[in-house]
């Protein structure tokens, strides 16, 4: 989802804990561009890509 988003450099991706009813993981990617209003659209971008992945996935999401 990173890779494929325009002005983003993916950095790292690691399991990093277990939450009380989730896997956590730690994303690091740079937005390279400076406005604060393209980093928040690239970041829901980012999120609704993945969100798109695990439903193909068959990945259903609780909320809190």
Do not use: S
């Not at 983003?8 to 896997?23: I, S």
């Not at 890509?49 to 609780?62: S, T, W």
Request: glycine fraction near 4%; hydrophobic fraction near 45%; charged fraction near 30%.
């Amino acid at each position: 989802a990173i890779e494929t988003t325009e002005k983003t450099r993916f950095d790292r991706a690691h399991f990093f804990e277990f939450g009380a009813n989730a896997l956590i993981f730690e994303i690091v990617y740079f937005v390279l561009d400076r406005e604060y209003n393209t980093y928040m659209d690239i970041h829901q971008e980012i999120i609704f890509k993945v969100h798109e992945l695990f439903d193909k996935a068959g990945i259903k999401l609780k909320p809190k």
